[in-house]
């Protein structure tokens, strides 16, 4: 399973952007489906994801700002960035993870870059 991930750009505070992650290849089941970041200097950090195609969880700094979601026909993974700060500013990750062919599979887009300026 590859993926690829769209939407990253420049603006200022207090602005908005709507990552995309579009999956290609087939597979079974997706048990997880979720953003991450990595700012300069720092550890990747989960976003937000969906397991099992319904529950969401939120890092506390992106809660009431940030929005995943996910288009059941297309496998398509949403992350809608509202009142952006600057300290959002980081390479955006879509992660997969389910199993293809009976075997477990994990999938990382190639990243989008996200800067926010004040």
């Known amino acids: 399973v590859q993926l690829q991930a769209f939407g990253g750009g420049t603006v200022q505070a207090g602005g908005f952007l709507r990552l995309s992650c579009v999956p290609s290849?087939?597979?079974?089941?997706?048990?997880?489906m979720g953003w991450y970041r990595q700012a300069p200097g720092k550890q990747r950090e989960l976003v937000g994801s969906?397991?099992?195609?319904?529950?969401?969880i939120y890092l506390d700094p992106v809660k009431g700002r940030f929005t995943i979601s996910n288009d059941n026909a297309k496998n398509t993974l949403y992350l809608q960035m509202n009142a952006l700060k600057p300290e959002d500013t980081a390479v955006y990750y879509c992660?997969?993870?389910?199993?293809?062919?009976?075997?477990?599979?994990?999938?990382w887009g190639q990243g989008t870059q996200v800067t926010v300026s004040s």
């Open positions: 992660n997969f993870r389910g199993v293809v062919l009976g075997r477990p599979f994990d999938s």
């Open positions: 969906i397991i099992s195609g319904s529950n969401t």
């Open positions: 290849g087939s597979f079974s089941v997706i048990n997880m």
